[in-house]
C-alpha cells in the first residue's frame, strides 16, 4: 500500500489530502503550502495566480458540451488549526502530521488533523489533476488564514471572478446543507499588572481533559471552557487559602473552546497540606457537576516542597484580572428568534496568558446580527476599560445572510433526493465561513457550504469519515455537471 488511506480512494483525493498533512500549514505559517499548491497548478498546465496573501486561484476552462453553462466557484481555506494534547512532541511548524486510520475515520496522534478545511483543498486538486472530469468553467479558489479572521478572503481581488455559484467546502457534516452563516470578530482584552516578590511554597494548578471544539459548532454542546473554570477555581479557593498568583494561562486558539488552563500560585502561609486539601475538594466538586458533559475532567495540583522567592502578580493585579475573567461573558448570548435552535450570538474565552506586566485575554466573538455583535464588543471594551485596561478588535468579518431563492439549493436538493433516497438539511450556521465576504465582493452569488463527515475539527480528537468524503467528492462531480 503506498499511502494510508489508499483503499477507500477515490480519483486520488485522499492521497492529495495526505500530502497535504505533509507541509506545516498552521494559521500563519501558509507559505510553503500555497507555493506547494501553485506549483500543482502549474505542472497540470492549468491558469493559476497567487497573491500577496499567499491565496491561490485556479481557471479551469469548460469542457466539451459544458461550454455554455454558468461559471462554478468552488472554495476552501488551506490554513489548518494547530492543537495538540499538552504531552504531545509534535512542532507543527517542521513536522508531518502522524496519521492512523480507526473505524473508518482518519486521525492524527495527539493533533488536529486539518480536515477543516484541507479536504476542500484535495478535493480541488483532484479536479485540476482529472483530465477526464467533466465540468463548466471552474474558479478554485484557496484561501489563507481563515481559522485566524479570513484574512485571506478579506484581500481576495475577485475582479476576474465570474462565477454564478459558490459551492464553499467548509461544512462538516454530509447531507447537512449550509445556506447563510454568522458574522464574527476577535477581540484582545489586555490588563496592566503590578508584581512583587513574595516567599512562599509554589503551586502549579493543572486542568486537563476537557472536550473543547469548534467555539461556533459545539458551542451549544455544554463544553466547558477551561480558561473559565481555572478563574473559578482561584476565586473559590481564595478565602481559606492566602496566595498569590505568579502566572496563568490556557487555550491556544481563540476560536477553539479551551481544554487546558494551567496557573501558578504561591502560597504565602507556607501550609500546603491545607492548600491540598482546599483545592482537592473544589476539584471533586467541579467533577462532580460536570461527570455528564466533561468526563474526562482531571486536575492536578504539583507542590515545590521547599519555600521560594517568587516575582508574583500583587494582590490588586490580581484582584481586577481575577474579577475581568469572572465576570466577561462566555458561551451563548442569545438564540435566535427567526430560525428556532439556532444560536444568534456567542463568544468564547479562547486564549488567557500572563506577562510580566500585562495579562491579556483573547475572545471569539460571532452575531448574525450585526448590532449585537458590536454590544458584545462594547460590553468587553467598557469592562475591561473600568478596570483601567484596554482592547482591540481584529478580523472583522460579515454575516452571510439566508436567501429565501437559490437555484443551487433547489438543484442540489433534487440530486441529492435522486442519489441518497431522501432530502438533504439546509441549515444556518453559527460558525463563521468566507461566504459572507466573497458574497460582499461578488454581488448575486447563489451559495451554498457543504462538506464530509467530520467530527471535533479545532481539537486533537478530529477525524474524517473517509468513505464520506469519497461520497461527497462524488456527489460534487455530479452537481457541477447539473448546474445550468
Request: hydrophobic share 40%.
Amino acid at each position: 500500500m503506498r499511502y494510508i488511506t489508499e483503499k477507500y480512494d477515490y480519483k486520488n483525493i485522499l492521497f492529495y489530502f495526505e500530502q497535504l498533512t505533509k507541509i506545516p500549514h498552521g494559521s500563519g505559517n501558509v507559505d510553503a503550502i500555497s507555493n506547494y499548491l501553485l506549483s500543482f497548478a502549474k505542472e497540470h498546465n492549468a491558469i493559476c495566480r497567487q497573491d500577496e496573501k499567499k491565496n491561490v486561484v485556479v481557471f479551469l476552462p469548460a469542457t466539451a458540451t459544458y461550454e455554455n453553462k454558468k461559471t462554478i466557484m468552488l472554495q476552501g481555506h488551506m490554513d489548518m488549526v494547530c492543537e495538540k494534547d499538552s504531552d504531545c512532541p509534535h512542532d507543527f511548524t517542521k513536522d508531518p502530521l502522524e496519521l492512523y486510520i480507526e473505524d473508518g475515520r482518519l486521525r492524527a496522534k495527539g493533533t488536529t488533523l486539518g480536515g477543516d478545511d484541507g479536504i476542500a483543498i484535495a478535493y480541488m486538486m483532484a479536479l485540476i489533476a482529472d483530465k477526464d472530469a467533466k465540468h463548466p468553467a471552474m474558479e478554485l479558489v484557496m484561501t489563507t488564514d481563515e481559522e485566524t479572521g479570513m484574512y485571506g478572503a478579506q484581500a481576495l481581488d475577485t475582479s476576474d471572478l465570474k462565477a454564478s455559484y459558490l459551492i464553499n467546502i467548509d461544512s462538516e457534516e454530509e447531507g447537512r446543507v449550509f445556506c447563510g452563516c454568522a458574522g464574527g470578530l476577535r477581540q484582545n482584552c489586555v490588563l496592566d499588572l503590578n508584581r512583587e516578590e513574595v516567599t512562599g511554597i509554589v503551586t502549579e494548578i493543572r486542568i486537563k481533559g476537557l472536550t473543547g471544539g469548534h467555539s461556533g459548532v459545539e458551542i451549544d454542546k455544554n463544553r466547558t471552557n477551561a480558561n473559565k473554570l481555572m478563574a473559578r477555581l482561584l476565586f473559590e479557593l481564595r478565602n481559606p487559602i492566602n496566595f498569590n498568583l505568579v502566572d496563568m494561562h490556557g487555550g491556544k486558539l481563540d476560536n477553539a473552546i479551551p481544554r487546558e488552563a494551567f496557573a501558578t500560585v504561591v502560597i504565602k502561609d507556607f501550609e500546603p497540606e491545607e492548600f491540598k486539601k482546599a483545592a482537592g475538594n473544589l476539584a471533586a466538586k467541579y467533577k462532580k457537576e460536570l461527570e455528564n458533559s466533561e468526563p474526562g475532567l482531571e486536575f492536578e495540583f504539583v507542590i515545590v516542597p521547599n519555600p521560594k522567592t517568587v516575582n508574583a502578580i500583587n494582590g490588586n493585579s490580581f484582584g481586577s484580572l481575577l474579577y475581568f475573567l469572572i465576570q466577561a461573558p462566555n458561551g451563548i448570548q442569545k438564540m435566535s428568534s427567526a430560525i428556532p435552535g439556532l444560536v444568534e450570538s456567542s463568544l468564547n474565552m479562547g486564549i488567557v496568558f500572563t506577562e510580566e506586566k500585562h495579562a491579556v485575554v483573547r475572545f471569539s466573538l460571532r452575531s448574525s446580527v450585526t448590532s449585537f455583535k458590536n454590544f458584545m464588543s462594547e460590553k468587553l471594551d467598557y469592562l475591561i476599560s473600568i478596570l483601567g485596561g484596554e482592547s482591540t478588535t481584529e478580523g472583522n468579518y460579515p454575516a452571510w445572510e439566508y436567501k429565501k431563492e437559490s437555484v443551487l439549493r433547489e438543484v442540489f436538493k433534487d440530486l441529492f433526493k435522486k442519489e441518497y433516497g431522501k432530502e438533504p438539511v439546509f441549515e444556518v450556521m453559527h460558525a463563521g465561513l468566507e461566504c459572507g465576504l466573497l458574497f460582499d465582493k461578488c454581488p448575486g452569488l447563489d451559495i451554498i457550504s457543504i462538506g464530509p463527515d467530520m467530527a471535533d475539527v479545532h481539537s486533537p480528537n478530529e477525524s474524517l469519515g473517509l468513505e464520506s468524503a469519497v461520497r461527497v467528492y462524488r456527489f460534487l462531480e455530479k452537481l457541477i455537471c447539473s448546474l445550468q
